[in-house]
């Protein structure tokens, strides 16, 4: 069974940082790509960047380059998102998912999701 498990959200001021994480379990991820998705109340569900696991490319959304930072760490099969200098446009849920290797920024192109963590950027 994969789980995918976020963690690190939380309340930060405008102009911090957080790193969030997500830990994938229950098969092997090697040929996967991992995205992290964000969803703010009455927004949909919007991509943020995407890592794959075997060479560790990344892809970006045009609104977080510079900011966000994606990374893995294959040994411990977990995904990371270092957030910085954060504003309050960021706030959202933001989610983990994991899809075959050759996924872009589409949701409907991820297979597993994780519950989601709150990120929220007072001003």
């Known amino acids: 069974q994969v789980q995918l498990v976020e963690s690190g959200g939380g309340l930060v001021q405008a102009g911090g940082s957080l790193r969030l994480s997500c830990a994938a379990s229950?098969?092997?991820?090697?040929?996967?790509?991992m995205g992290w998705f964000r969803q703010a109340p009455g927004k949909e569900r919007e991509f943020v960047a995407r890592?794959?696991?075997?060479?560790?490319?990344?892809y970006y959304a045009d609104f977080v380059k510079g900011r966000f930072t994606i990374s893995r760490d294959y040994a411990k099969n977990t995904v990371y998102l270092q957030m910085n200098n954060l504003k309050p446009e960021d706030t959202s849920v933001y989610y983990c998912?994991?899809?075959?290797?050759?996924?872009?920024?589409?949701?409907?192109?991820?297979?597993?999701w994780g519950q989601g963590t709150q990120v929220t950027v007072s001003s």
């Open positions: 890592i794959r696991w075997r060479d560790g490319t990344t």
């Open positions: 229950g098969r092997t991820f090697s040929s996967y790509a």
């Open positions: 998912a994991a899809g075959p290797g050759g996924v872009t920024t589409g949701a409907y192109e991820y297979l597993y």
